[in-house]
Each structure stands twice: as structure tokens, then as C-alpha cells.
């Protein structure tokens, strides 16, 4: 656990720590130059797993994560910041999966976030995905980690071999190394429980404007040796669905840019994973909701956006199912009973509302 100038949170991070369920551990906290009560509130818990390092100078995160990986003296690695909650049975939970899944390589929990000055009120739940298939999906189509960095847990040695964090990354360093971690076969999944507590706060780093831009920057990099083709960092902003924007979205060629982009990167997905039709068609109803939003686009005629949609996704569809050599007909068909009738209740309530 990295710390810098953490006080106001520090206890309650500790804490959640310390009365886990699973108890063999040692606790590695890396001070960063704290000039607050950080070190004086770490030093006053006299517990024996505690493993306290002062950085003499701030070094920033990634430094401070690297210097974590090679002083540490376990196996796997569980990752927690210091304004954070881990519930007693997190690391117990993420344990017995590795027991029982030894093809994974970084795993994380599902997590609830909870407001900044509100009593830890919970502001809203997010379920991952589970398996890896569906996590490197997330990856190749969203450009989205599909790990919470402050909850996951890792394969030490694993992670070390692929070079351990990217220093020149400040705040987006876990999107940068999961993406490495994909393009080098590692796998990812979740435990499907709610294991850990994400504070939302104003002052967040993954918030900021370098943090847009260093998850720009190493999406584009992921993507250009996904596809094997220069890929900028204005394409691979416009590549995220937290972006699907009117600033983002200028004139009409963004778009298709951004829809042959996915296209290409999903085929390459394809090519290197091994899914089903129920799974291609989960995925499809995936790309359809997420498409969506480009209906709300200025430079977009609504109705034309539902058809080039349903036409991605069906092109989709039979990419998917090309590589399985099953008929694409029967799922084509289903994807269009799924979406349609829904979206047709929902044009003739606006209308009628209207």
C-alpha cells in the first residue's frame, strides 16, 4: 500500500487490513514522503505484519508500486490505496480462487463506491466480469480495464517478468500494465462478490486531465500492436465509451474511423480466444448498449445510428462466428428479437409522450 499525505483515511485502510479473515501476510506500506500524520498513524499499530518503508524523496506511485514488488516476500501480491476499504473475507476470497483457478494471473473483486464526507454512504455498485474471455474482451473492445487496481491481487513473479509497472506513467500505470499483461497471454478475472469499498473523492488521481491523457496514450500503444497499425492518441480517446462525445466526435468520419477501429481490434480478439455463440451473442448485446450513446451525438440522425449499429453488430455476429464455423443465421436472428422489441416500446412511449 502506497501512501502519500493519506492521514485523513489512513486508520480506516489499515483497519480493513489488519481484520481480514485471512491473516498470514505481511502488510508493506510505502510511505512516499509524507509531510502529514501518515507515518505517525502507521507506526502507532503494533502489529508484528506491518512492514513500514519511508521513500527519503517522493517518487510518485509507480516507483513506489515497484519498489513494493521487489521487497515483497509472497507469492501473490494484493494491491489496496490508503483512502480505500477491503472487507474482512477480500483477501480470503481472492486466495482460494487462485487455489482453484492456476491459469489466472491478476485478479480482482466486484466493489462498491462510497462518497467522499458522506459516512461511507454507497454511491453505486459495479459488477466486472468474471472470466478471462469476457475481461480481454472488455480490453480489445472498450479500451477498459476490466481489474479495479486498488483491489486486485497478482502473481508477483508474473507480473515482475513483464517488467513491473511503467514509471513513466504517474496515474494510469494498472491500465498500462494490465494491456501489456493481455498482449502477453496473462489472464484476468473477478470474484464475483463484493469484496472492497472505492472512495470517490474530488482530489482523485484517475480523475484528472494526465490521467485521460496516459490512458489515452497507452491505448493507442495497446491498440497499434493489437492491429498492427499506427493508431494516434485523438483515435484512441475516441475509442472509449466515457468519450462517445460531441467533443470528441466532430464531423461523421470519426465515427466510422472509431467503428472500423473496434471492428479490426475485435477480429484480432477473435483470433486469440476461444468463445462461444451464447457468448458472441452476450457480446453483441454488450456492443449494442455501449453503442447507443453515439445516438446522442449532434452530428447523428437517430434512426440512421439504430440501423448502423445493428448492421456493426451483425457484422460482429458473423466475424464471431466464422472462426467457431457455425451458422450465422439462428444467432443473427435472435440478436434482432432481443434488441428490437424494446427499442420499438421505447420509440412509441417517447412518441406518445411527446
Same mark, same amino acid.
Given at each position: 500500500?502506497?501512501?502519500?499525505?493519506?492521514?485523513?483515511?489512513?486508520?480506516?485502510?489499515?483497519?480493513?487490513?489488519?481484520?481480514?479473515?485471512?491473516?498470514?501476510?505481511?502488510?508493506?506500506?510505502?510511505?512516499?514522503?509524507?509531510?502529514?500524520?501518515?507515518?505517525?498513524?502507521?507506526?502507532?499499530?503494533?502489529?508484528?505484519?506491518?512492514?513500514?518503508?519511508?521513500?527519503?524523496?517522493?517518487?510518485?506511485?509507480?516507483?513506489?508500486?515497484?519498489?513494493?514488488?521487489?521487497?515483497?516476500?509472497?507469492?501473490?501480491?494484493?494491491?489496496?490505496?490508503?483512502?480505500?476499504?477491503?472487507?474482512?473475507?477480500?483477501?480470503?476470497?481472492?486466495?482460494?480462487?487462485?487455489?482453484?483457478?492456476?491459469?489466472?494471473?491478476?485478479?480482482?473483486?466486484?466493489?462498491?463506491?462510497?462518497?467522499?464526507?458522506?459516512?461511507?454512504?454507497?454511491?453505486?455498485?459495479?459488477?466486472?466480469?468474471?472470466?478471462?474471455?469476457?475481461?480481454?474482451?472488455?480490453?480489445?473492445?472498450?479500451?477498459?480495464?476490466?481489474?479495479?487496481?486498488?483491489?486486485?491481487?497478482?502473481?508477483?513473479?508474473?507480473?515482475?517478468?513483464?517488467?513491473?509497472?511503467?514509471?513513466?506513467?504517474?496515474?494510469?500505470?494498472?491500465?498500462?500494465?494490465?494491456?501489456?499483461?493481455? !498482449?502477453?497471454? $496473462?489472464?484476468? +478475472?473477478?470474484?464475483?462478490? @463484493? %469484496?472492497?469499498?472505492?472512495? *470517490?473523492?474530488?482530489?482523485?488521481? =484517475?480523475?484528472?486531465?494526465?490521467?485521460?491523457?496516459?490512458?489515452?496514450?497507452?491505448?493507442?500503444?495497446?491498440?497499434?500492436?493489437?492491429?498492427?497499425?499506427?493508431?494516434?492518441?485523438?483515435?484512441?480517446?475516441?475509442?472509449?465509451?466515457?468519450?462517445?462525445?460531441?467533443?470528441?466526435?466532430?464531423?461523421?468520419?470519426?465515427?466510422?474511423?472509431?467503428?472500423?477501429?473496434?471492428?479490426?481490434?475485435?477480429?484480432?480478439?477473435?483470433?486469440?480466444?476461444?468463445?462461444?455463440?451464447?457468448?458472441?451473442?452476450?457480446?453483441?448485446?454488450?456492443?449494442?448498449?455501449?453503442?447507443?450513446?453515439?445516438?446522442?451525438?449532434?452530428?447523428?440522425?437517430?434512426?440512421?445510428?439504430?440501423?448502423?449499429?445493428?448492421?456493426?453488430?451483425?457484422?460482429?455476429?458473423?466475424?464471431?462466428?466464422?472462426?467457431?464455423? !457455425?451458422?450465422? $443465421?439462428?444467432? +443473427?436472428?435472435?440478436?434482432? @428479437? %432481443?434488441?428490437?422489441?424494446? *427499442?420499438?416500446?421505447?420509440?412509441? =412511449?417517447?412518441?406518445?409522450?411527446?
Amino acid at each position: 500500500m502506497p501512501v502519500y499525505n493519506g492521514s485523513r483515511y489512513l486508520d480506516e485502510a489499515i483497519e480493513s487490513i489488519l481484520n481480514q479473515t485471512f491473516m498470514d501476510f505481511e502488510f508493506l506500506i510505502i510511505d512516499d514522503g509524507s509531510t502529514d500524520d501518515s507515518i505517525k498513524i502507521i507506526r502507532s499499530y503494533r502489529d508484528s505484519r506491518i512492514r513500514l518503508v519511508e521513500n527519503e524523496n517522493n517518487l510518485g506511485q509507480s516507483t513506489s508500486l515497484n519498489k513494493g514488488i521487489n521487497l515483497a516476500l509472497g507469492e501473490y501480491i494484493a494491491r489496496m490505496d490508503q483512502d480505500d476499504i477491503s472487507l474482512p473475507e477480500r483477501l480470503e476470497e481472492q486466495i482460494n480462487y487462485f487455489k482453484n483457478h492456476t491459469d489466472i494471473s491478476v485478479l480482482g473483486t466486484w466493489w462498491k463506491a462510497i462518497e467522499d464526507g458522506e459516512g461511507n454512504k454507497i454511491y453505486k455498485e459495479l459488477r466486472l466480469p468474471e472470466d478471462p474471455d469476457t475481461c480481454a474482451f472488455w480490453m480489445y473492445f472498450y479500451g477498459n480495464q476490466p481489474i479495479a487496481h486498488p483491489c486486485s491481487m497478482f502473481k508477483k513473479n508474473e507480473i515482475k517478468e513483464l517488467g513491473g509497472y511503467n514509471e513513466y506513467y504517474k496515474v494510469a500505470q494498472d491500465l498500462e500494465l494490465w494491456l501489456r499483461a493481455l !498482449l502477453n497471454k $496473462l489472464k484476468f +478475472a473477478n470474484v464475483p462478490k @463484493f %469484496l472492497f469499498h472505492y472512495r *470517490l473523492h474530488q482530489n482523485q488521481g =484517475s480523475k484528472s486531465v494526465q490521467a485521460e491523457t496516459e490512458h489515452n496514450i497507452a491505448l493507442a500503444k495497446f491498440l497499434t500492436s493489437v492491429i498492427n497499425r499506427s493508431i494516434d492518441i485523438n483515435q484512441s480517446a475516441r475509442y472509449r465509451p466515457s468519450n462517445l462525445n460531441d467533443d470528441n466526435f466532430i464531423v461523421k468520419e470519426n465515427i466510422e474511423e472509431m467503428m472500423q477501429l473496434k471492428m479490426d481490434a475485435i477480429k484480432k480478439y477473435f483470433e486469440n480466444y476461444a468463445t462461444s455463440s451464447n457468448q458472441i451473442l452476450k457480446y453483441a448485446m454488450l456492443i449494442w448498449e455501449s453503442l447507443q450513446t453515439l445516438g446522442k451525438l449532434k452530428i447523428v440522425v437517430w434512426h440512421r445510428m439504430i440501423i448502423y449499429n445493428t448492421i456493426f453488430c451483425l457484422h460482429f455476429i458473423k466475424s464471431g462466428l466464422k472462426y467457431l464455423n !457455425l451458422p450465422y $443465421l439462428p444467432t +443473427a436472428i435472435e440478436f434482432i @428479437f %432481443l434488441v428490437y422489441p424494446p *427499442l420499438v416500446k421505447r420509440l412509441t =412511449s417517447s412518441i406518445v409522450n411527446s
